[in-house]
């Protein structure tokens, strides 16, 4: 069986190794150190006596700091073992390992401790193609350092590795021969600095150990005060705490601080997508607005900062459009394979206004929305002069970068997602349905802004009739009305891809749907052909296409169902939503720890157990956030005016719900619940 990888993570940083701490860089996993988008460290293999090591046990004491318990030799030799090994990692923006080597035996010992080291400083993006690239060694004895260096023209990385004890250094390592006294111990930090463009290097200080304790402590009280501004939870039903503890230290660990921006915004997910994304980002605001709202202002200023202003093919940028991903790799950087900054997404637009108005109806920070306005505007503005690419009303997308741009351009990314019923692609430009519901929800939330903020009543009744126009034009051309739900798209000419898809779920989240077609939607939602039992598939059995494992053919997405359920309470389908939510708590609960991206839509009363996808991000964002806004959407939370609403819907089997301290423009409230094998009983308090 392969074996298993292990990470720790500080946003922009992180490492993933094997279960005995080392890093050997596998041509398809993304094994290694990495920041920023570029693999640091390589190769990281502790050996003792030219021995390696094995595993006993690991303390994750945090999300940014791991312990592993080691011994060397094979396993039969474990119990009789003299010698035994502490890897103390901890991660920041710079890596800190303590080695402990401890002689169990009545007499002074001699070992040979080697640690390997070396770097390709790949680009994330190249793992499955790697290339070689010329890297300076320069091995330091004297000042107990080995530093590696790559350079193109300006792009710089380098990884500098120094130890607090004398060392034998070398281009491939360092060496400590060392004598250990009866039951002593010996110990060595070595602090691995990275650095980026063409500076000398960080400052390395000379007390590391005080230095990396400072850090350690700096980020555990970082970690404490994240966890007490969220909300507490108090769950009769076991291990719901502990799940919504858990997403919460996910979303701290993915917090993530872009060059040159002094706040940390989400990013999507380990390993694959370790950048700003925009729609990631955007979603995983507004699923967690009830719990770190923190998120929003910091997420929503970076998008507007990095917001299209020209007309721009390699890069898919136009005036308006918010940003698809920023990234900072070499292939991104020289274009080699994918733009560091790149705006090939129809969705992030018409969501930044749509989390915009969200935020100020939870914060009632009005000043934002002045601030924004421009930004904003522009993004309206956006949805009518470049998203509309036929002229028939319809946000649509087609690439303008040919050789890198994505193919497709809304949350269902992969070059397949889109497809109908028989398996037919439909031509560019494509229209997909969720599009066309936040469009119309970001002109409805735009025309509340425009009256109430920007004092501009004529462009927010503008932005009604425009909004309604929508609708109607949507409901004649989407519906499909021998099968009861809406097209996943429309083609060039107009014509409906008649998929059943899960997006059907964005369209209740977004208001588009009249209420007479509401509940047809919500019993496709929920019906065989797309509920697997651990959620909404994203794509309905008995389709030519549909694959069980195929991440937007079949698959279920926590993050995807997090809308739909809230989707479903907002046309007041109680039953369906808890079903919803009920499904995705028990696929957390079920795989404990963090939340995957997605899990494989195969029947629940089938497999008896989520089946994990190879490829899926864990932890992931929108995915982390997802459980939190499954438990606002169970609890009913909405904010009214300077109160919050509480209308609970819960799940059977959750028992009683309390969530203390809610933040919001009200202070702080308490919200209680019950599911309805128990005593039905629902309040907020106000504190």
């Given at each position: 069986m392969k074996q298993e990888l292990l990470h720790v993570i500080?946003?922009?940083?992180f490492a993933i190794s094997d279960a005995q701490g080392d890093i050997e860089a596998d041509p398809r996993e993304p094994v290694g150190l990495f920041a920023y988008d570029t693999r640091f460290l390589s190769h990281w293999v502790l050996r003792i006596n030219g021995?390696?090591?094995?595993?006993?046990?690991?303390?994750?004491?945090?999300?940014?700091?791991?312990?592993?318990?080691l011994v060397p030799g094979a396993a039969s030799h474990y119990v009789d073992a003299d010698v035994s090994i502490i890897r103390h990692r901890s991660i920041h923006d710079c890596v800190h390992e303590k080695i402990t080597v401890l002689n169990h035996s009545p007499q002074p010992a001699d070992f040979t401790i080697r640690m390997e080291m070396g770097s390709d400083f790949t680009d994330i993006a190249e793992i499955g193609h790697l290339r070689e690239r010329?890297?300076?060694?320069?091995?330091?004895s004297a000042n107990r350092q080995l530093m590696l260096r790559y350079q193109r023209q300006r792009f710089v990385r380098q990884t500098t590795v120094r130890s607090t004890v004398d060392a034998d250094v070398d281009e491939r390592g360092m060496t400590f021969r060392i004598r250990i006294p009866p039951e002593g111990k010996w110990e060595t930090d070595l602090h691995v600095a990275l650095t980026m463009g063409g500076a000398d290097g960080q400052d390395i200080r000379d007390?590391?150990?005080?230095?990396?304790?400072?850090?350690r402590t700096g980020m555990r009280e970082s970690l404490a005060d994240w966890m007490n501004q969220a909300p507490q939870l108090v769950a009769e039903r076991e291990g719901l705490e502990e799940m919504y503890r858990g997403s919460l230290a996910d979303l701290a660990a993915l917090r993530y601080r872009p060059l040159s921006y002094d706040t940390r915004v989400p990013i999507a997910g380990l390993p694959w997508t370790m950048w700003l994304c925009g729609r990631h980002s955007i979603i995983t605001c507004l699923e967690t607005l009830a719990f770190t709202p923190q998120l929003a202002p910091a997420t929503l200023?970076?998008?507007?900062?990095?917001?299209?202003?020209q007309l721009d093919d390699d890069l898919d940028e136009e005036p308006g459009k918010i940003l698809a991903h920023l990234r900072y790799g070499e292939s991104g950087a020289f274009g080699d394979r994918a733009n560091a900054l790149y705006y090939g997404a129809a969705d992030t637009t018409p969501l930044f206004v749509v989390l915009l108005d969200e935020y100020e109806r939870w914060s009632g920070d009005a000043d934002l929305v002045r601030e924004l306005r421009h930004p904003a505007r522009m993004a309206l503005d956006w949805i009518d002069e470049y998203g509309d690419l036929t002229g028939d009303g319809y946000v649509r997308y087609q690439r303008r970068n040919e050789r890198h741009g994505a193919i497709n351009q809304g949350w269902k990314d992969s070059p397949d997602g889109i497809t109908s019923a028989d398996d037919q692609q439909p031509a560019f430009?494509?229209?997909?349905?969720?599009?066309?519901?936040?469009?119309?929800?970001?002109?409805?939330?735009?025309?509340?802004?425009a009256r109430e903020f920007w004092g501009d009543p004529a462009y927010a009744d503008r932005l009604e009739r425009e909004a309604a126009a929508l609708k109607d034009r949507f409901n004649r051309d989407f519906w499909l009305p021998r099968r009861e739900y809406y097209a996943l798209a429309l083609d060039p000419y107009g014509e409906p891809v008649d998929a059943l898809a899960s997006n059907m779920g964005h369209l209740l989240w977004s208001g588009i749907v009249p209420p007479d077609r509401a509940e047809a939607v919500a019993e496709h939602l929920v019906g065989p052909r797309l509920f697997s039992g651990w959620g909404v598939r994203t794509f309905a059995t008995g389709q030519r296409p549909y694959n069980p494992v195929g991440v937007h053919l079949g698959a279920v997405w926590p993050a995807d169902n997090a809308l739909i359920a809230a989707g479903l309470r907002r046309y007041r389908f109680d039953t369906q939503a808890a079903t919803v939510a009920g499904s995705i708590f028990d696929l957390a609960q079920t795989l404990g720890g963090a939340v995957p991206e997605a899990i494989a839509g195969h029947e629940r009363s089938l497999t008896k157990y989520p089946v994990q996808l190879p490829g899926a991000a864990r932890p992931q964002a929108w995915s982390s956030g997802a459980l939190l806004s499954l438990l606002a959407t169970t609890l009913g939370l909405r904010p009214t005016g300077d109160n919050l609403l509480v209308n609970p819907a819960v799940p059977e089997g959750l028992g009683r719900l309390e969530l203390l301290d809610v933040p919001g423009r009200w202070g702080h409230s308490d919200a209680y619940a019950r599911d309805r094998t128990s005593e039905s009983r629902h309040h907020a308090r106000l504190r």
């Open positions: 500080a946003g922009n940083v021995e390696r090591i094995n595993a006993l046990s690991r303390d994750d004491m945090t999300y940014f700091e791991t312990r592993f318990f010329a890297v300076e060694i320069t091995a330091d007390s590391l150990e005080s230095h990396q304790r400072a850090v200023r970076m998008l507007a900062f990095m917001q299209g202003g430009p494509r229209a997909t349905c969720e599009l066309q519901g936040y469009a119309y929800d970001a002109k409805r939330r735009g025309a509340r802004l």
